[in-house]
Nanobody, 123 residues
Framework: QVQLVESGGGLVQVGGSLRLSCAVSGITFDFGDFGTMSWYRQAPGGQRELVATISNGGSTTYADSVKGRFTISRDNAKNTVYLQMNRLKPEDTAVYYC??????????????WGQGTQVTVSS
């Protein structure tokens, strides 16, 4: 059974940094078969929003709200995706979720979600 397990969340002051990790286990295929790995977040009372995405080729995209502050990376040898978050703001407070997408040659798409990790930025 494929599992995505996030870690690294916590309480941090404004301007601080955190590094989130998403370790993937239970896969019977190559980690690189995840065409894209992403981080989403959901603030209290808000909708889940896309924060950052990285392709298996290393291309990255970011939400405008985090550009220049957050960096997504992946280590295919460790089956892990990271989110380095710098210059944190109170509005970054949310539960952060790891997401993986695997697209089969048939076109079928398999979606995988982690359980989330809480990030709280205090002012």
């Amino acid at each position: 059974q494929v599992q995505l397990v996030e870690s690294g969340g916590g309480l941090v002051q404004v301007g601080g940094s955190l590094r989130l990790s998403c370790a993937v286990s239970g896969i019977t295929f190559d980690f690189g078969d995840f065409g894209t790995m992403s981080w989403y977040r959901q603030a209290p009372g808000g909708q889940r929003e896309l924060v950052a995405t990285i392709s298996n080729g290393g291309s990255t995209t970011y939400a405008d709200s985090v550009k220049g502050r957050f960096t997504i990376s992946r280590d295919n040898a460790k089956n892990t995706v990271y989110l380095q978050m710098n210059r944190l703001k109170p509005e970054d407070t949310a539960v952060y979720y790891c997401y993986g997408l695997r697209t089969f040659t048939s076109g079928y798409r398999a979606h995988y979600w982690g359980q989330g990790t809480q990030v709280t930025v205090s002012s």
